[in-house]
């Protein structure tokens, strides 16, 4: 049996392999919900831009899009292989500014694959060594030296909070969520799992990371941090110092990873050859599929909690659980494709699909409007 466990930094509460004790008195408030199995709201989707890779100066040499942020004038900036494509919000091109690689001022030492934006428009690019700020112009404004694990995300003070990974003696890797001074200080730890995915051979370390591996996630409110592990279905609600204000549960049944999917995973293309059947051994699945792949919020403190499909099922659609921004169940909703961001009434996503035209794939940044936005509870 595979074992994850979870702690949190905290005098009062100690979560471990699933179970949660509570001091009395300690003012964190549990909720527990049990979702429809159906579909119980949808979002009228109107499309309002498509930026498509393949309509590209082919001179740019760019082939992927990695990532996207959006300005507080809605403006799109769309992360490539090697550049920053800036759109106004009618889809009208703004510029695009290329990365460089090196170690000068605003270089990179290997491309990044995403980029933040705070709540004054300046941009960041992560490229595993520092994190490079811009302003919102993309001129260079300073470095800051920080070694994490996956996405950064910015409060409006200039924290930062994300992933460190801690290493044991006794070769045991934790991924713990900690909050970070503007400067790139740790200032406290919030949060934290064992990461089974590390494994160790001599001085080496590797990860065998796959989409059904123990992992976590957090998004930030105006005010909140919000935290979840992938193996249960538990989110915790921090305010912004890292106290823990709330305790969301919700019921719901684990699902068993088939030998289908398991086969999915390790040979994704069909592939048996020897190298392949070596990665079968180095593969490791937890005892059910995790309940979900990423946490969104929106400017009314809503939390999206994407759930994890099956990877045999090739459909783009998303199936999402809405929360308040108290911690409240609210909806449970079926999107076309998984958003990336959800904003003042619009949905971003990026679409793969392979063009049998083109022989390649194509890279689409989709921008809808939700029709009934401003209907949905928050």
């Not at 593969?283 to 792949?293: G, M, N, V």
Request: glycine fraction near 6%; charged fraction near 25%.
């Amino acid at each position: 049996m595979l074992f994850c466990a979870i702690f949190i930094f905290t005098t009062v509460i100690v979560i471990q392999a699933g179970s949660l004790s509570l001091k009395q008195g300690n003012g964190v408030r549990l909720s527990t919900f049990t979702p429809p199995r159906l579909n119980n709201f949808s979002l009228r989707l109107a499309k309002n831009i498509t930026i498509e890779s393949k309509a590209l100066d082919p001179k740019w040499y760019i082939f992927f899009f990695h990532d996207i942020a959006v300005d507080s004038n809605d403006n799109i900036l769309v992360l490539s292989n090697n550049s920053i494509l800036k759109y106004d919000k009618w889809g009208k091109p703004m510029g695009r500014f290329p990365i460089d690689r090196g170690s000068g001022p605003g270089e990179v030492i290997q491309f990044p694959k995403v980029i933040y934006q705070d709540s004054n428009d300046n941009i960041y690019l992560y490229d595993g060594y520092k994190i490079a700020k811009f302003d919102r112009g993309l001129k260079f404004k300073t470095n800051i030296t920080l070694t994490t694990a996956g996405r950064v995300l910015f409060d409006k003070q200039g924290n930062f909070y994300a992933f460190k990974i801690e290493h044991s003696n006794n070769h045991k890797a934790r991924r713990v969520l900690s909050r970070f001074s503007p400067t790139g200080k740790p200032v406290k730890k919030i949060n934290g799992f064992i990461d089974t995915s590390m494994e160790y051979s001599g001085n080496a370390i590797y990860s065998t990371l796959h989409p059904y591996s123990p992992n976590a996630y957090f998004a930030l409110t105006s005010d909140s941090l919000i935290y979840g592990f992938n193996m249960e279905y538990t989110l915790y609600k921090y305010d912004l110092d890292g106290k823990l204000n709330a305790v969301i549960s919700i019921e719901s049944e684990p699902t068993e990873i088939t030998s289908a999917e398991k086969k999915k995973i390790i040979n994704p293309d069909g592939d048996t050859s020897k190298e392949r059947n070596q990665v079968k051994s180095d593969l490791k699945f937890p005892d059910h599929r995790p309940f979900f792949k990423k946490i969104l919020t929106d400017e009314k403190n809503r939390i999206y909690v994407i759930k994890r499909k099956s990877v045999l099922d090739e459909d783009p659609k998303a199936f999402v659980d809405i929360f308040s921004g108290k911690g409240k169940y609210l909806y449970h909703t079926t999107l076309p494709f998984e958003p990336k961001i959800i904003l003042r009434g619009y949905i971003y996503g990026i679409e793969i699909i392979y063009d049998p035209k083109e022989g390649d794939y194509v890279y689409r940044v989709h921008k809808f409007r939700i029709r009934n936005y401003s209907s949905m509870r928050f």
